[in-house]
Structures are given as structure tokens and as C-alpha cells.
């Protein structure tokens, strides 16, 4: 596997799209746009990721700040109103934030999740009843969703969120030139019919939260190591970079080509760390794939596949 530097991740460059007849920015130069996949914030301030297709671009959460969201989209060649949907993990605020209620009504895009999510946010958290009433707010019913030219999966993961805690596989396109991305950002461990959802990928964001030895000696109190560490808590470097190795293992030599390490602590983690060990565990893993770990407040990698 070949690891990408633990230094914070450059600023990425914008994607020159121009529009498309019929509107859309679709096409990048002569040649038709590629998959675009880019993490704009990762971590507990704020989460939210960009998948841009030819014909769709979905945010994956959006748990920052209207201001910085904005600047980030303009900057990697997304404008609010070209977003589809907001495919929405679980419901703690720094995935789907109180600031995201408004974005969503002024731009119409839509929020997809479980059924339970939308309940529990429409109960708990101002003003997004209004996204409900507006037809906005739709539950995803187990099925394979298309958006434009992207399936969306959804699937459980273990974590300690109110409602149901979900991932997220999107396959853009059909033949040869199909490609996949799995988003896990939030999960305790990694059971075996999670894992099946990440065989396969071209890109996988896959959360590596803590390093085991700093989350302990922290000055966290016990009872939130206890939580973090457990089965539906986060995922360790080491845990982490197990379930890597297996899906690189499990999957079609050479399919697997980037993997973004996402959701690191501040505070009980470091790019470096993340890295290093899963370079060392998926260093048996037959071809190359590149990896990265995505960072609080830069956005990036930017991957085009």
C-alpha cells in the first residue's frame, strides 16, 4: 500500500468544470468529467464530503459552518445549487448541523436518510421539521436509490448515535467504467456484513479515529475513553487499518485505489500515526493503493478516478 505524507493535506486545486447544454456543470475541458471524490472537513467540528459524478454531485453529511461549506464548494468547482442531496450518516450535529436546516431549504436539496434520523431530528433539533414539510427530508427505504447517474446503498453501522447510523456505497455509471465509493466515518468496530459493503471499492473513506495509547493516557474523563474505545464508539488506528487490509484482500486485484482516512482526533491522534500503521498492517497487500487522511479544516484529498 502506498501512504500518502502525515503532513496536513494541500489545499486542493478546483475542478475547471464549465456548463453543460441543459445546464449542470458536467464536463471538464473536452473531456467528460471524471469521478470526483473530496473530503471537505473531517473530524468531530464538522464533517462533510463531495462526490461529484457527471451527472449528479452529492454531499455525503454536512455538519460545517454555511460560510465555510460555501467557500469549499466554490473552491473545488461545486455550487450549492448543482447538489442534489445530503446523504446523512447519523445524527450528531457535527454531521448534520443546525446551519445545514437553512442551506438545504435556500438551495432545495434534499436530505436523505433512515427513517429513524429524520424522526429523531424533526423531535430534537429546531427547524428541521421545516425540511419534512417541504418534501426535503425523504427516508431511505433499504432500497438502491439512483441519482442521476449515482445508486446509492445505504447500510448499518455500529455507533452510538440516536436513530440508525449508516453508511453509504454509490456506484456511478455501469460496464467498464463503473466505479464505487464507500463512506464509514462513524463506526465502534467493523463486523463482517459491514465489511462485505467495502469489497470492491475504488475509493474507500474509512473512519481511523484514535491512536489506543493516546486516547488512555488522555485527559478525557474515563467514562467518555470507555465510550469512545467500545464497540459503538470509534474506530482505532489499528482496528482500522485491520479492516483495510482485508478489503484490499478481499477485492479484485488493482480495484482498490485510494483509501481516506477519515474522523481523526485532535486530540488522541495524528495523520502521522494514522498512516503509518496502515501502511505497516496492509504492507502484505498485493498492488498499490494510495492513502490519505483527510483533516479537520483544509479539505482534501481531492481524488479524481
Known amino acids: 500500500m502506498q501512504a500518502a505524507s502525515g503532513q496536513a493535506t ?32 473531517s473530524g ?42 445530503v446523504l446523512l450518516t447519523h445524527t450528531h450535529r457535527d454531521h448534520f448541523s443546525t446551519a445545514a436546516i437553512g442551506f438545504c431549504l435556500g438551495h432545495g436539496i434534499r436530505v436523505l436518510s433512515s427513517p429513524e434520523n429524520l424522526k429523531h431530528l424533526a423531535r430534537t433539533m429546531p427547524g428541521f421539521r421545516r425540511l419534512v414539510e417541504t418534501g426535503l427530508a425523504e427516508p431511505l427505504d433499504g432500497e438502491p436509490l439512483a441519482i442521476g447517474d449515482v445508486t446509492v446503498e445505504a447500510f448499518q453501522v455500529p455507533h452510538d448515535a440516536p436513530g440508525r447510523c449508516l453508511g453509504f456505497r454509490l456506484t456511478i455509471g455501469s460496464g467498464r467504467s463503473q466505479r464505487t465509493v464507500t463512506v464509514a466515518t462513524d463506526l465502534g468496530h467493523v463486523p463482517q ?48 487499518a485491520e479492516a483495510a487490509e482485508e478489503i484490499v484482500g478481499r477485492s479484485r486485484p488493482g480495484r482498490l485505489k485510494h483509501m481516506v482516512l477519515a474522523h481523526l482526533s ?25 492513502l490519505a487522511a483527510a483533516t479537520q479544516f483544509e479539505p482534501g484529498p481531492m481524488i479524481a478516478i
Open 10 to 41: 494541500a489545499r486542493p486545486q478546483p475542478w475547471r468544470a464549465r456548463v453543460a447544454p441543459g445546464g449542470g456543470r458536467l464536463e471538464e475541458g473536452r473531456e467528460r468529467m471524471n469521478v470526483r471524490v473530496c473530503p471537505l472537513a
Open 44 to 85: 468531530s467540528l464538522g464533517n462533510a464530503l463531495v462526490v461529484a459524478s457527471p451527472k449528479a454531485r452529492l454531499l455525503v453529511d454536512m455538519g460545517v459552518p454555511q460560510r465555510r461549506l460555501k467557500a469549499d464548494l466554490r473552491h473545488v468547482g461545486v455550487a450549492p445549487d448543482d447538489l442534489a442531496a
Open 193 to 240: 456484513d459491514c465489511l462485505d459493503w467495502f469489497v470492491d471499492s475504488d475509493v474507500v473513506v474509512l473512519e481511523s479515529n484514535h491512536d489506543p495509547e493516546m486516547l488512555w493516557e488522555s485527559s478525557r474523563p474515563a467514562d467518555l475513553i470507555d465510550r469512545i474505545a467500545g464497540p459503538e464508539g470509534h474506530l482505532s488506528n489499528g482496528d482500522s
Open 266 to 290: 485532535r486530540d488522541c491522534n495524528t495523520p502521522k500515526l494514522a498512516l503509518e500503521a496502515h501502511a505497516y498492517l496492509a504492507s502484505r497487500s498485493s498492488g498499490t493503493v494510495h
